[in-house]
């Protein structure tokens, strides 16, 4: 199980690779680049929700997604750094680490039925 959450962190951080993609991409390889990063992060994300409860699996890449994206922005790209980004993005994170422990019971069941099968 911990194996496919890290395939979700790593969906995650090829979003924030497409998404960087998406703004900065200027010539015709930097643009296949994107949309690579674009199609290996949705298939990853795809066979993580074949196990994972599909809700819980999305909000952990759109929100590792957001947060990495707005760091990126900052930290390589110039971003004007604001607390109040800083701020959003602490609890953005917070509900997607709630999010993470209020759904390991449903998913503790799942696999438990699916053993079952």
Same mark, same amino acid.
């Given at each position: &199980?911990?194996?496919? @959450? =890290? !395939?979700?962190?790593?969906?995650? *951080?090829?979003?924030?690779? @497409? ?6 991409? !200027?010539? /015709?390889?930097?643009? +296949?680049? $994107?949309?690579?990063? #674009? =199609? =290996? ?5 795809? %066979?993580? +929700?074949? $196990?994972?409860?599909?809700? $819980? ?11 990495? +994206?707005?760091? /990126?922005? &900052? =930290? ?8 109040? %980004? /800083?701020?959003? #993005?602490?609890?953005?994170? *917070?509900?997607?680490?709630?999010? %993470?422990?209020? !759904?390991?019971? !449903? ?5 438990? +039925?699916?053993?079952? %099968?």
């Amino acid at each position: &199980m911990n194996r496919i @959450w =890290l !395939s979700v962190f790593g969906a995650g *951080a090829l979003e924030v690779l @497409w998404v960087s993609g998406l703004r900065h991409s !200027s010539n /015709v390889l930097e643009w +296949t680049g $994107t949309a690579l990063f #674009i =199609l =290996l992060s949705f298939i990853i994300l795809i %066979k993580a +929700t074949q $196990t994972l409860p599909v809700g $819980t699996v999305y909000a952990v890449f759109a929100g590792l997604g957001t947060c990495g +994206t707005v760091i /990126v922005e &900052m =930290l390589v790209f110039g971003e004007p750094f604001k607390w109040s %980004k /800083v701020l959003l #993005i602490a609890v953005l994170l *917070a509900g997607v680490i709630g999010l %993470k422990l209020v !759904s390991g019971d !449903s998913e503790e069941q799942a696999a438990g +039925t699916e053993v079952a %099968k």
